[in-house]
Nanobody
Framework: QVQLVESGGGLVQAGGSLRLSCAAS????????MGWFRQAPGTERDFVAG????????HYAESVKGRFTISRDNARNTVYLQMNSLKPEDTAVYYC?????????????????WGQGTQVTVSS
């Protein structure tokens, strides 16, 4: 397992941008699929984006395609989520996630490590 720590959340106006970071430590390995989920109040936690160990494969939820970009820097054991054109419906707690394996798909049930979450609030 790895330990994950998110940063970069905050309050932004609609149309604005934020970049989330997730630093991995412990048994950090480049063979981890990394990704992001989010959970709004009263809803289930939903997949947002995933990235393969090499960074060559990415996968996005339909609701964020074209607005969010996931990337990773394995030298720093860090994954990023660049969020542009933010909407009020993007407001949620964002969680970093990791699991051993290949590809970029992440299912909540398969995640082995979770971060503590970072709040993103988009005002209208």
């Amino acid at each position: 397992q790895v330990q994950l720590v998110e940063s970069g959340g905050g309050l932004v106006q609609a149309g604005g941008s934020l970049r989330l970071s997730c630093a991995a430590s412990g048994r950090a390995s480049t063979t981890y699929i990394m990704g992001w989920f989010r959970q709004a109040p009263g809803t289930e936690r939903d997949f947002v984006a995933g990235i393969s160990w090499s960074g060559g494969l990415t996968h996005y939820a339909e609701s964020v395609k074209g607005r969010f970009t996931i990337s990773r820097d394995n030298a720093r054991n860090t994954v990023y989520l660049q969020m542009n054109s933010l909407k009020p419906e993007d407001t949620a707690v964002y969680y970093c996630a990791a699991r051993l394996g290949l590809g970029a798909a992440l299912r909540e049930v398969d995640v082995g490590s979770w971060g503590q979450g970072t709040q993103v609030t988009v005002s209208s």
